[in-house]
């Protein structure tokens, strides 16, 4: 079995793994981003409150956030190709029950299956990079390339759930991903050698019992919160949080086989990669996910329409992934990550300020601005999530930043539906959702830029 220090693999065989790893990451994202474009219709005939569309969108990041460092490990250790060819097929198979769910809960719980297994999809994907691709500006081109995979995920999941849902229902484009995933799980297995690191850490699984429960009941909390922050539910889910997050934190530092080094965090670029990440999804990720039902409702913006919106951003991210590429040596990955984070911040900045008479020209130039320094992002995390870790442990570094990037989104996703329409306003009030929208593309505007001063600081530091 080769192991995970670059060996000189033909070109064949790193295109191989290079195009089955930006596939996997493609269609996690297009199951990701899938409801975006479809909320409206999605939850009308699930029959979801308010609660229910909450969980709708956050479903999917509980179970990415639970399980990517904990699936980074396992690929590490275990097998690559191996993590991700059964991380494939729990993606398929949530997509299944997603199509058949026949109301929010099964739809939720289908939701949390598809980020399980999309995190050991994602997870593996960098470390399978890492593996084909030595160090330097040839791993820099395919992370570019991975990095515009991301993008096109985000962009195709909501055209393709909305042109279905126009053409039969939305239900079709998860027949549609769980066909896709298949097949992609058999190209895998054929296609891609094995690999592991040549110094395993062993298995963690209390560590990772803690941490999928602590980050779980976190979410939750999050979630629940939506409802009244002060009743019995969402205490008692930050209190359980709470203990289990600082047990695992406790046991890790003591553990022999702790799946998280947390001597990393004293590290610079890990803490920037990190922070990026969290910010990125707290931040331009956030705001998108709650942005096609505002325009559906506030601005009659139909759900193919609000998918076009969303693909001005996402299409521009991709092209900019990829000739970011070419970006000198000389531009280091934490200025990419400072000034991606800043340029985002621009662009939604300039989606605020809509009046409830507004069109969609008005928000395409903003939308252009965040695509193209979502680029910048997307590109530079892809290499600084395996550039701050110890050599072998790529699993563990694309484990780490992909949690910190859908905590985010999570928690993010929470404070702009809060900021947004607030508890006991009327969610039918257009210039209430309009002011809404304008107050929360600025609080996430803010969560960039905090992003942004963090990473310069721990640039300055190194």
Known sequence: ??????????????????????????????????????????????????????????????????????????????????TFVLGAAVLALGAVVCAVAPNTLTFVLARILQGLGGAAVMASSLGIIAHTHPAGPVRAKASGVWGASVGAGIALGPLLAAVLDRWASWREAYVVLAVATAVLTVAAHVLVEESTSDAPRGLDPLGALLLATGVGALLAALVEGRQGWTTLVPILLFVLAALLLVGFVVFELRSTTA?????????????????AALATGGGIIALMSYMSGFLGIALGIDALGAALLLFGWSATSVVTALLARRLPASVGGRTQLAVGLVGVAIGMVMLTGLSENASWPRLLPGLLVAGVASGVLNAALGREAVAGVPAGRAGMGSGANNTARYVGSAIGVTIVAVVAVPVGASASGVVALVHGWNTAALVTAAISVFGAVVVAASRTRN
């Open 259 to 275: 799946m998280l080094d947390l001597a990393l965090f004293q590290h610079p670029p890990f803490v920037a990669a990190t922070v």
């Open 1 to 82: 079995m080769t192991h995970s220090a670059p060996s000189p693999t033909g070109t064949a065989n790193s295109t191989r793994a290079l195009s089955v790893a930006a596939l996997g990451t493609l269609l996690t994202l297009m199951a990701f981003t899938a409801p975006l474009a479809t909320i409206n219709s999605t939850a009308a005939d699930l029959m979801s409150d308010a609660a229910g569309r909450t969980w709708i969108l956050s479903s999917m990041s509980i179970g990415l956030a639970a399980a990517l460092l904990t699936t980074g490990t396992v690929a590490d250790d275990f097998g690559r190709r191996r």
